[in-house]
């Protein structure tokens, strides 16, 4: 069982993929699914971690540098990035209140995750 992402990508990286391996067989959409939950926990981490501690709200533009390793990312890249993990078009237009909205579920929904 693995604790962190560090520890998971570390493994994944030696994982062997074999010609006739039955169970690269229909993998995609598994694998997809697995790094979608994932990504979401993890974008879950970076919006908590660069919440404004005054005012609670969040950071976006910081919570994807974070998230992205990028420092540079700038503009509306930030929500495109975001977008593309929540599955919205990446030039979705979403208004704050419902950003925020839908960010405080996702981190309630991590936050439980990680009291279970």
């Not at 520890?7 to 995609?28: M, N, P, R, T, W």
């Not at 976006?60 to 930030?78: C, F, H």
Request: hydrophobic content about 35%.
């Amino acid at each position: 069982e693995y604790q962190t992402i560090g520890e998971l990508i570390s493994h994944l990286k030696q994982v062997q993929v074999f010609a006739g391996d039955e169970s690269v067989k229909g993998c995609k959409p598994l694998l997809e699914q697995a790094l979608n939950d994932l990504l979401r926990k993890a974008l879950a981490a970076s919006l908590e971690c660069c919440r404004n501690g005054l005012t609670k709200e969040f950071n976006i533009q910081q919570s994807m540098r974070y998230l992205t390793g990028n420092q540079n990312l700038g503009g509306v890249e930030p929500g495109r990035v975001l977008n593309e993990i929540l599955g919205h078009p990446k030039s979705a237009k979403i208004t704050k209140e419902e950003r925020a909205q839908e960010l405080e579920a996702l981190v309630e929904w991590w936050m439980a995750l990680n009291q279970s």
